[in-house]
Structure formats: C-alpha cells, structure tokens
C-alpha cells in the first residue's frame, strides 16, 4: 500500500516541474580546445610561483639555495574529458620544469657529488609541491569560479525586458556530453518577479558531432514578446508627415464621407495612424521554418491640436512574419518579414469590403516604415550563456517541432588569462604566498 502514495508524489513532483526553455550541450569535441587554452593558463600561473630559500645542514655537509625561478614548464601530456558524477576529469603526467637558482655549499670531504645531486633533487621537489598544489587549487576553484561569473544568469537585455538564464537542475554528465538546462525566459524589467508559465515543447539535443548544441523551445521566444507586450513596447503612432503623402490622401479619400461632415477647423488637421498589437505575438517553431502571428488594432484619427482627437476608424490587422535565426559571437538574432497582411472590421461585413482598398498601402508602409523597425531591434540579439572571451563560430541552425536547435563549435576570443585578469576577485589569497596558499588549500 506504501508504493501508492509514493507513486501520486512522484507524478504531482513531476506535474510541478519546470520545464527548460533553453538547454546547451557541450560536448568532447569542444573539450579539446578549452584543455589547450586552461593548460596555457595554468603554466603561466605554475610560471608565478614563489619558491622559499632551501637552508640548512646536513651532517657535515651545509647548503644555501636561493632565487629559485622558474624558467620554463611544459605539461607534455594530458587529458580532459567528461566523468560521470565527477563533471570534468583532468589528468597530467610527464610534466618537466626547468628552474634557475644561487646555490652555497660547504663540505669538509670529497666525493658527496651523487649525495648532494639526489639531496637538493628531492628537496626542490619537496618545496615545488607545495607550490604547485595550492596555485592549481587556487587557480581551480578561484580564478576560473571568476571566469564562470561572467556568464550572464539574470541580466537585462535593453530598457524594457531581460533574460533568466537560471539553471533549473544540476548539470547531467555522461561520457561524452554535459548536457545543461536553463530556464530561457523574458521578463519586463519593471516586473522582476513576473513569471510566464512553460506549456511549449520541451527542446531536445542528440546531436553530437559540433562542440556545443543549443536549443530553444517556444516559449522562449514567446516570453520575449509577451515581455514586450507587457513593457508597452508593442505599439506604434504615426502622425502628420510621417504618415507618407500617398497613404495620408488615399485615407482622407477613403474617410471624405465622415471628415466632411467636421467642423472647419478639424477638416484639416494632422491625420493620425495607430497600430498596436492587442495580444502578445506567439511563434510557431515548424520543420518547414519559423513564423510570429501578431493581430493588432489600426486606429485612423484627425488629431486638432489643442482639441480632442476625431476617430474616423478602428479596424483589424493580423499579420505573418517570417522569422530567420542566426547565430553571431555569443548573440542570438532575429530577422523578420512580413508574409500574411489582412486587414478588416470587427463591426461590420460591409465595412471589412470598404477596407479592401486600404490593404496594399498599409502594407507597404508595414514594411518600409515599420519592418526596418522591428528588425533593427531584434538584430541586436540577445546573449546565449557563455563565459566571456569564447564565442561561437561556423553555427548551422535546424528547426524542429516546436523548437530548434544551433550547433556550433566554440573559438577563444580572448586569451583565458587575459579575461581572468580583467575579473580577477580583488580580496582573493595571492597564490605566490606560500603561507597562505598553503592555508587555502
């Protein structure tokens, strides 16, 4: 009788659980080229540390070494690859060192050449151990933890909206994937706690031959519209001579029947174009491409100055916009254009056939006035969660059911130690002190 309940726990669990947005795998391709770049790192750090004097007495037999330096380090081989509950596992082994120093002896007989060579080789090793240790421990858990913070998790995007990019479970690590999840969703920057519920489908990644896949579902694409939709970004007003000429006398013609029946002093004034989008856009994420349906309310008015504006029609647009992805850099971008345009009247049949003339103008000022708009917008990108310095290069983006995917192999900008430097922690233990690294470690 213990395993129903247990059963009903682990499905309402499984009800609740938030489903991601955004997941990345990085797989073994990529491990590679982040081995090269953090073992540059890390013989350069090795190349820092500071070696105590070696002092003392043995028998007869008293030594002075100092100034010790490290002048070369070669870490000949290694490896890197994924470990299932362990994430990353990296293994050194023939790694040589050369090293400079002072040295003073004093020995009170011959033939000890062999003793002092066997005595001063295990005491360097000895005094570089307990160096080494706390510059990789500190190098691990410290300088790159720094590195890890530059990837954004919650962050803004422009004015309006930001981006969680919270990840929503451990990372899951297999033999030659880490796979990650995030929540992937927009949010209006004057609601922080505002949060969209995931219905869409969940992404998923199998593809393995790129050194890292990211996927997308709906959702995310949606959250960012009903961000914007809720930021009042969604809306546009046109007025006086930046309605275009063409369109302004074609809409005085259309409505003569209604202006000519206004007083003098409103016949004339400026015309006034509204269109805003009475619901959020959704996306629709297909094999065959991407779209965004949008349906929006065009009000036309004469707007006096000084007086109450005159509302001469409100009519119904809905329109479909193709959407193109790329990726740049670390940027995810977005090119629309306008496929579908329809307009018509929620009042009336009759009406809807006198809008029929309307329908071309207003599309060609939707996408000469307002298209170059939007993509300028959304061209700018939003970042994808990746630390700074590496960015994605050679990216091939496939759609699917409800979601799509970018793979793309990974490219060091920056240098590792070049972009740990600029975000190295300013109250951290120095590495170079052999008190206190021993501390840390």
């Known amino acids: 009788m213990a395993l129903l309940p247990a059963l009903f726990l682990a499905l309402l669990a499984g009800a609740h659980a938030e489903l991601p947005g955004c997941k990345i795998r990085i797989t073994s391709a990529a491990l590679e080229l982040v081995k090269q770049e953090g073992l540059r790192f890390l013989e350069q750090e090795l190349e820092t540390i500071t ?59 011959l033939g000890i050449y062999n003793f002092f060579s066997t005595f001063i080789t295990s005491g360097m090793r000895f005094l570089l151990n307990q160096q080494i240790c706390p510059v990789l421990h500190h190098a691990g858990t410290v300088l790159l933890s720094s590195l890890l913070d530059t990837v954004p998790v919650r962050s803004p995007v422009d004015d309006l909206v930001g981006i969680d990019y919270s990840l929503l479970k451990d990372p899951v690590v297999s033999n030659g994937n880490l796979d990650m999840e995030f929540r992937g969703t927009f949010f209006p920057l004057t609601e922080g706690s505002w949060s969209l519920i995931n219905r869409a489908v969940e992404p998923q990644l199998e ?50 029947g209604s202006i000519v029946l206004l007083s003098p002093t409103v016949i004339n004034s400026p015309l006034k174009l509204k269109l805003q989008a009475v619901s959020p856009p959704r996306c ?3 094999p065959s491409g991407t779209t965004i349906s949008v349906t929006a309310s065009v009000t036309i008015a004469l707007a006096p100055p000084m007086l109450p504006e005159v509302e001469l029609s409100k009519m119904i647009m809905e329109g479909r916009l193709s959407a193109k992805m790329t990726l740049r850099g670390k940027a995810l971008r977005i090119k629309l254009d306008l496929r579908r345009f329809q307009i018509y009247s929620n ?6 056939l006198a809008l029929i ?56 900008a920056k240098g590792l130690r070049e972009v740990i430097e600029k975000n190295r922690p300013t109250n951290v233990v120095d590495s170079s002190d052999p008190l206190s690294s021993a501390a840390a470690a």
């Open 51 to 109: 070696i105590p004097d070696l002092i003392g007495k043995k028998g007869h037999f008293y030594y002075n070494i100092s100034d010790v330096k490290v002048t070369q380090l070669q870490l000949i081989s290694s490896e890197l690859h994924f470990q299932p509950d362990q994430e990353l596992l990296l293994h050194i082994s023939n790694a040589s060192l050369g090293l400079n120093f002072r040295r003073q002896l004093l020995y009170w007989f």
């Open 207 to 256: 593809e393995q031959e790129r050194m890292v896949y990211v996927a997308f579902s709906e959702f995310f694409f949606d959250s960012a519209m009903e961000s914007y939709f809720k930021a009042g970004a969604l809306q546009l007003t046109l007025m006086g001579d930046k309605v275009p000429s063409d369109l302004d006398m074609l809409l005085r013609a259309t409505y003569f």
């Open 347 to 352: 009042q009336s049949a009759l009406e809807s």
């Open 284 to 286: 629709t994420i297909k």
């Open 357 to 412: 003339p309307l329908q071309t103008p207003l599309k060609t000022l939707l996408q000469i006035g307002v298209m170059p708009m939007l993509n300028e917008r959304t061209w700018r990108g939003v970042q994808i969660p990746l630390p700074e310095g590496i960015n994605f290069v050679r990216e091939e983006v496939t759609n699917h059911a409800g979601f799509l995917t970018v793979g793309a192999d990974l490219h060091f």
